[in-house]
């Protein structure tokens, strides 16, 4: 009978009816050493290795003393495990052989990520010429990627190297499988498996964008836009980054296939702006700034609402230019004081460094000045400085291109 050895993901012991794994405070220990032995399976360890990588902390007199008894503990129980199997010592052995241990693996016993990098291999050498085989078993290897190598061990420093290399070699199998599905346009297995995928990746970027990618195919553009719309918070939150350029590219190709099939929703988009704890304007990418000036400047053609665009301008400093610990200072300053200083509704976004952009929606001239009084007021209570060099200049909305060709 055989054992089944799982790693990827959950750690499991497994013969063909019931899981031989039986953990315990009494067995912690020789699981751990019996996960160390699998994962350097094959291979000849020095025990001072052992006792670096697993008992570092432990204070002890005799380490190696130690570590023998746990390995004697360690094959009683392996010896235990296999007692109903016919084919003993066919299973897993610990040998200690010239100053070296190491586990034998026998031909009783299955273990996941031998599996896995078989398929892999397999799949690679059936790419080239025969991709039918290649995609099938490619989809054995996801099938055997349950997660993170022994994820029940997330501290463990000499797991990190081994973790990286399995982690590594899924997503790059992952990413050859979509791409021979993309080019036979299976978009919906597609967004199946890079589903999968971010339950267990979710920071890896190649993957939201054949999500996204396969979402417009199937004509799915709210559920793109959501999506990436997630993915922006995700960034933003857990690790305090803004998406990357081919990110960006994504939104722009959302928001064009929005307008192609004549999807657009201008009052959604809004909604979607001021989602969050702000109650006054809202940030956005260039980008999207643009997208929305474009749509709000067709609008305004066919009524009688006033809006505007507003140009912000660092002037010059002292020393002609500005250092970029000024510009950084500045650039978070503007951020905050717009958020507050504007009304909702109202959109701004960073041009360049030195400039930024405002749209602001249904004002009168005496509204544009208040706007201008305010935001240097507030800047001054916030930042402690006056920025008197600083120019905010306005224009319709329909007229806004000469504004910003001119300050270019």
Same mark, same amino acid.
């Given at each position: ?162 973790? /990286? ?5 899924? =997503?790059? +199998? @992952?990413? $050859? ?5 993309? !080019? &036979? ?118 009524? /009688? ?5 507003? =140009?912000? +301008? @660092?002037? $010059? ?5 500005? !250092? &970029? ?84």
């Amino acid at each position: 009978m055989k054992i089944y050895i799982t790693t990827l993901g959950e750690f499991d012991i497994r013969d063909e009816e019931k899981s031989l794994f039986n953990p315990s405070n009494r067995t912690y220990t020789l699981y751990k050493l019996l996960q160390y032995f699998i994962t350097f399976r094959n291979r000849k360890i020095l025990p001072e290795t052992i006792i670096d990588n697993l008992m570092a902390g432990n204070e002890t007199d005799d380490p190696k003393n130690v570590l023998r008894t746990q390995i004697f503990r360690l094959r009683q129980m392996l010896k235990k495990m296999e007692e109903k199997h016919t084919d003993e010592g066919n299973h897993l052995n610990i040998i200690f052989a010239n100053g070296n241990y190491s586990l034998e693996i026998g031909d009783a016993v299955e273990i996941d990520i031998d599996a896995f990098e078989s398929m892999i291999e397999q799949g690679d050498s059936k790419k080239p010429h025969q991709r039918n085989e290649a995609i099938e078993l490619y989809r054995q290897a996801m099938d055997i990627y349950k997660g993170t190598y022994l994820s029940q061990n997330p501290y463990e420093v000499w797991l990190v190297p081994i973790r /990286n290399y399995y982690s590594r070699l899924y =997503l790059n +199998t @992952l990413n $050859k499988l979509l791409e021979i599905l993309n !080019d &036979q346009d299976k978009s919906d297995e597609v967004i199946k498996l890079c589903e999968r995928a971010l339950e267990m990746e979710p920071y890896e970027e190649n993957v939201h964008i054949h999500l996204l990618k396969a979402m417009l195919k199937t004509g799915q553009s709210k559920k793109a836009m959501d999506h990436y719309e997630h993915v922006e918070r995700l960034l933003h939150k857990e690790m305090g980054l803004e998406p990357s350029p081919a990110l960006k590219s994504m939104l722009r190709k959302i928001q064009n296939h929005f307008i192609e099939k004549g999807e657009l929703d201008i009052v959604r988009l809004e909604d979607q702006l001021e989602e969050g704890p702000d109650s006054g304007a809202i940030i956005c990418e260039y980008e999207y700034f643009k997208f929305l000036y474009n749509i709000q400047k067709g609008k305004s053609l066919r009524t /009688n609402v006033s809006d505007y665009v507003a =140009l912000i +301008t @660092l002037g $010059k400093s002292k020393a002609s230019r500005h !250092d &970029q610990m000024e510009i950084e200072k500045w650039s978070k300053n503007m951020t905050q004081v717009l958020a507050k200083s504007l009304r909702k509704g109202d959109v701004f976004s960073f041009w360049n460094e030195n400039q930024l952009l405002i749209m602001l929606h249904n004002i009168n001239h005496d509204g544009l000045l208040t706007v201008e009084s305010r935001i240097k007021k507030n800047l001054f209570l916030y930042g402690k400085e006056s920025y008197m060099d600083m120019q905010i200049k306005f224009q319709p909305i329909q007229s806004a291109n000469v504004l910003l060709n001119e300050s270019l």
